[in-house]
């Protein structure tokens, strides 16, 4: 478990790094009024590159912790990169303005999800140490002993 919660921080971290990558990337060209162009380089370097990277590595390791870890990053990124433009409210006010799409940065999102995701491995890694203290190798003999 320990190793899996370093990989999956690592990870956290790592899709933190490609969600901000892109925003800065998108709203830099949409200030010099190149939005399209920024755009394209989102695609090609953020979303290409920083998941291309994520599959090389998920499949040059084959590690279950590592792939568990690989996943979660994607979702993160996926959720960052691919969300809709701004939440506007009923008075028409706005609510989420930060979008890749419409290049605008927004840290309170990417730290939202940062947030969200690191309480699920919190929970995960109390739950499996209050409720489950044993590790996979003493249940593996455990049962071993009794077949």
């Known amino acids: ?5 370093g990989l999956a921080l690592a990870a956290l971290i790592y899709s933190v790094f490609v969600s901000s990558g892109s925003m800065a990337t998108a709203s830099y060209f949409a200030r010099i009024g ?7 380089v ?28 690989c996943s ?7 959720v960052n ?19 890749v799409q419409l ?3 927004n840290e309170d999102y990417i730290l939202k999800t940062f947030k969200i995701v690191l309480t699920g491995v919190l ?4 739950v499996c140490y ?4 044993r590790s996979a190798i003493t249940n593996l003999k455990y049962v071993s002993n009794y077949l």
Do not use: Q
Not at 42 to 69: D, Q, S
Not at 72 to 78: E, G, N, P, R
Not at 81 to 99: A, E, F, Y
């Open 123 to 126: 929970i995960s890694n109390f």
């Open 130 to 133: 209050l409720f489950w203290p």
């Open 1 to 5: 478990m320990v190793e899996t919660t």
């Open 81 to 99: 990169l691919v969300r809709d433009g701004p939440l506007l409210s009923l008075n028409r006010k706005l609510i989420s303005p930060g979008s």
């Open 72 to 78: 979660l990053a994607c979702m993160v990124i996926s």
């Open 103 to 105: 290049a605008l940065f």
């Open 42 to 69: 989102t695609l090609a370097v953020w979303c290409g590159g920083g998941l291309g990277l994520l599959a090389y590595a998920k499949v040059k390791l084959r590690k279950p912790a590592f792939n568990t870890a």
């Open 34 to 40: 190149h939005l399209e162009l920024g755009h394209a």
